[in-house]
């Protein structure tokens, strides 16, 4: 249960009156929780006297994430069709979710919720795993980290000076957290949540999210269930380093826990990914696009590495030369990955669809008029331009993308695990990149553009070849050509003939 220290501090934040308070409408809703007799009439009323509450509640009822078969046209419905005791849990956990701002620098209120609704969401479905209740545990995977909000919201300059040096170290924020103010956001979450008279099964469930083996036997499954959800959101993210400690800790609940390899994985990661968009239609705020870190990736990137080292083991030069391998798949004017790094990926790649259906897109560019450029400014000067095109595209994309220098100033990127949708916003974002680059030579600023073309092997019947994904690809790209250059083309159609580019059916 919550520390002594987290409890001090809750006393004190109320003595200041910091601390923060669950809006009207979550009071009224915990006071039902609290009560064994409550029906659905006295619910039902609560919740209409909140617009804003009636319709997250509604749409909630009527996503396919609640499997409904008929459209839940009232806050009454809605009572009737998922039940009572789901309705409170979920208006309570809607209505403490939306309740509380802060101004606190360093905290960033819009990934905060992000994290917050994927961890809800990964709870009640890992919940089957823990055979624990789904909707018990999605209002604790929502509450697993408001005590990150609460402490933002009461300690404001003193909180923002521990997430600073959370993030300067590198280091757990839990432990910078008891570090410097003698608790952490688990144990002070949990005790705002207990001075909410909260369920003590929700509160026990928050306060062992990083430990459930303390709680007790009959909350031990849904603190399993935050506990696996705390751990995997970060997947989901977009985390700017997801450290070797994470990665480990994640596979460990993927394998061990969920008994799942790396293809079960990936299925359960797109349906929480569906989930996701749906749940998040129900909050009225402003949330971040959510993506699946690629937690294999590396594992992937060892099986091309080790075949190339395969057909380099037949030289003696590999044990002679310790750059051998880096040489033998990097390119040497760009720094990128090499022809051969990416014959090997695609080959991979390819196979596993084939094998697990798992969908990749392929984007090939090419610099436009890039032989005039070189014959106007001189080839050291074309070169740096090759050199800057592969930097800042480089930049934009996800670490689990490879790009590569095909040949000349051809180069192709590979994004594994990408859907309709995410590849058209990668061509698009590439070339737009590249157009807004800015080449500084002999004093002179100079622009180029690059003409694009993207294959999805979701698009294929079959598990498309090597040669024939490369093939489609280079047409799209001569289809962009034809339309003009500086253009991106997918299923021989450019840019400038679709009417939402990034948003296709």
Sequence with gaps: MPSENAANLVTTLRKLKRLPSPPGTALRVLELCRRDDTDVKEIADVLM?????????????NSSTMGSNREVASVRDAVLCLGLRTVKLTA?????????????????????????????????????????????????????????????????????????????????LHEVEQELMGT???????ELLAHWSLPARLVESVANQLHPGSATARTRPMAQAVHAAVKLAPLFLREPDISDE???????????????????????????????HQVS?????????????????EAQEETTR??????????????????????????ALTGIANRACFDERLKQLVAES????????????????FKVFNDTYGHATGD????????????????????????GEEFMIIAPNTDQRGACTIAARTRKCVEDLVVHADGEELRVTISVGLALSCDYQNAPSVKQIISDVDRQLFISKNAGRNTWSYRDHSACQFRNPVALS
């Design 246 to 276: 994470m990665k480990k800790d994640a596979r460990k609940v993927i394998e061990a826990d969920f008994k799942l390899d790396e293809a079960g994985w990936q299925t359960v990661a797109d349906e929480i990914l569906v989930d996701y």
């Design 184 to 190: 952490d956001h688990v144990d002070f979450g949990a």
């Design 281 to 297: 239609n129900v909050f009225e705020i402003d949330l971040d696009q959510a993506e699946l870190f690629d937690l294999y990736a």
């Design 49 to 61: 006297a909140d617009p804003a509450l009636s319709g997250r509640l509604l749409r909630y009822a």
């Design 92 to 172: 309570l956990g809607f209505s403490l979710a939306t309740g509380m701002e802060t101004d606190c620098s360093g905290f960033d209120l819009k990934l905060f919720w992000t994290g917050s609704i994927l961890t809800a969401i990964m709870a009640r479905r890992f919940a089957t795993y823990y055979e624990t209740d789904r909707e018990e545990a999605f209002t604790a995977g929502l509450l697993a980290g408001i005590g990150r909000l609460g402490l933002a919201y009461g300690l404001g300059e003193t909180y923002a000076k521990v997430l600073k040096e959370a993030v300067g170290r590198s280091a757990p």
């Design 306 to 331: 080790v075949g190339i080292v395969a057909q380099l083991e037949k030289s003696e030069a590999l044990a002679e030369n310790k750059d051998l391998l880096r040489q033998a798949t990097t390119d």
């Design 354 to 369: 084939a094998r697990f259906n798992r969908t990749f897109a392929l984007i090939m560019f090419d610099l436009d008029y």
């Design 384 to 407: 740096l331009a090759l050199r800057r095109v592969a930097e800042t595209v480089q930049m934009t994309l996800r670490d689990v993308d490879l790009l590569a220098r095909y040949g």
